[in-house]
């Protein structure tokens, strides 16, 4: 049983013999972006008119560049670049071209990978640098002064209860000196003692001038909305003034016998 013949499909593809004779072009010549080794099509730039060109007859032994055109003449025919039909060495590996796309892109149109960082939270204040208030500095400072004046005493009760020459009567010239420093470090702290205290009293009296105005200010203020509201409670609309029952007739009503 015959049949009608028929065309079998067949797909469109450059199918010219000639070749360039220019010098067969190797791929490591050129820079990673400047030839495409994708697999769907394979291309790249052609020397002559900087334009992307495919690359046909991949897996033959000759690849080679496509015919292309670059310019018209005046007569309006296209002009055929010289750079067509020119072969191609594919001496790069797909693998290494991919790898090596990156690293080999000009730096004008190489761009770097945006960095996303956590902000970090920020670091607290250490407590001992935090400002202290005067009175608060004054009290640490006469605490200090008390535990030296105590160290003081024990010391020299220890030398006193050490010592041969200091019996109540004589002093050696190392129990003199302590009582001196004794001295001196009670009178410190009797003197910040009453800095300290002179430094709260000041504080106190600020806080208390602060409470003071600030109840002054609120005061004026419930006083200024108290008039307002006053003010307005006053204003009566125009007209007769308002009531909470009928208006008493003032003429005196005289009554009258209905008409028969």
Do not use: F
């Not at 013999?17 to 052609?46: G, M």
Request: charged share 25%; proline share 8%; aromatic share 2%.
């Amino acid at each position: 049983m015959s049949g009608e013949p028929t065309t079998r499909y067949r797909r469109s593809r450059t199918r010219s013999r000639n070749v360039s004779p220019l010098p067969a072009l190797a791929l490591s010549q050129l820079q990673p972006h400047e030839y495409d080794l994708n697999a769907l099509c394979t291309s790249l730039v052609c020397p002559h008119c900087a334009t992307w060109v495919p690359v046909t007859g991949i897996n033959s032994k000759k690849p080679k560049l496509v015919p292309h055109d670059t310019a018209v003449d005046r007569n309006g025919m296209a002009v055929r670049c010289m750079g067509s039909n020119r072969l191609v060495v594919l001496d790069v590996a797909r693998e290494k071209w991919a790898r090596s796309k990156q690293d080999g892109l000009e730096p004008s149109i190489r761009r770097a990978a945006s960095q996303h960082r956590k902000p970090q939270p920020t670091v607290p204040t250490p407590v001992g640098r935090l400002a202290a208030s005067p009175a608060t500095q004054e009290l640490a400072t006469v605490g200090r002064l008390s535990r030296l004046l105590e160290e003081t005493h024990a010391g020299l009760v220890t030398h006193r209860r050490e010592c041969r020459t200091c019996d109540g009567r004589r002093r050696c010239q190392e129990g003199v000196e302590l009582e001196y420093r004794l001295a001196e470090v009670q009178a410190t702290v009797t003197a910040r003692r009453e800095q300290a205290a002179a430094v709260q009293r000041r504080q106190d009296q600020a806080l208390r001038l602060q409470a003071v105005q600030q109840n002054r200010l609120n005061r004026a203020r419930v006083l200024a909305s108290a008039a307002a509201a006053d003010r307005r409670r006053a204003a009566l609309p125009y007209g007769d003034s308002p009531r909470e029952c009928r208006p008493v007739p003032e003429a005196t009503l005289q009554p009258q016998r209905p008409a028969r």
